[in-house]
């Protein structure tokens, strides 16, 4: 009597990437592709004039501080990419954050007259993200922890997450390929991040390069403003979102 093969329980096939999540991976596959690419050619692109239009998104022509910028805005995308894997592998999609559009009806109000709830203030204020602060601030080169990035993206909308990466990563319209730049946009819309903060943070940034600039007579000759695609492929290799031209050896 012959005994029966025993049977294998079937592999568990994984979980399709829900859409929403692929979208924001997507984004977020180009955004460390860029960095990487960055990185690598940084020490020769930085030798070029052009360099000045990618210097000013940062704030400084000093290339350890964008350096350090680049491997935080790094980091933070390669937790949100975990945390987002870790997502789609419960089922779990995103959710957009669009703010409800349903006007307060008369039962929703307060009663006239009633005295508004004061809310007390934070014990320990938190600092602003040093993506936020300037080239000059002690913190604005802080890297935080393995843990603390895990947390604050799971804290986070994730749209908030995909600007301060933009901000660290010194991503720009200008600087990008006009198709990419649209779905990093939408990203941001959708999922709780702030355009409005991105472009002041972005326009101070700019003021604080010009004043870095004119200490420098040296750079004078130099129109940093200048955001034409055959200028910011000389600074950077390639428009973010392209792929990057490989260079013979």
Known sequence: MTRAAPTTPAATKPRPIPGRIGAVLHVLAVLIAHARHFAATAATSAAAPEFATAAAVFGTGDLPTILQRMQRGMLRALALR??????????CNLRFAWP???????????????????????????????????????????????????????????????????????????????????????????????LGRLYQVRARREETFQRERDRRSDTW?????????????????????????????
């Open 100 to 194: 409800p559009c349903v006007a307060l009806q008369p039962h929703h109000r307060p009663p006239a007259g009633a005295a508004p709830r004061l809310r007390s203030a934070p014990l320990h204020p938190r600092r602003p993200d040093p993506a936020l602060l300037d080239p000059g601030d002690p913190d604005a080169s802080r890297l935080p922890t393995p843990e603390e990035l895990a947390a604050e993206v799971r804290r986070r909308p994730v749209g908030r997450t995909i600007a301060y990466i933009c901000m660290d990563l010194g991503i720009a319209p200008g600087l990008c390929d006009g198709d990419f730049w649209n779905r990093v946009e939408k990203t941001l819309r959708r999922y709780g991040g702030s």
């Open 82 to 91: 975990d945390y987002l894997f870790a997502r789609a592998a419960r089922g």
């Open 221 to 249: 000759h130099i129109d940093w403003r200048d955001l034409r695609p055959a200028t910011v492929r000389r600074a950077l290799g390639c428009l973010i979102g392209e792929t990057p031209a490989i260079v013979p050896s």
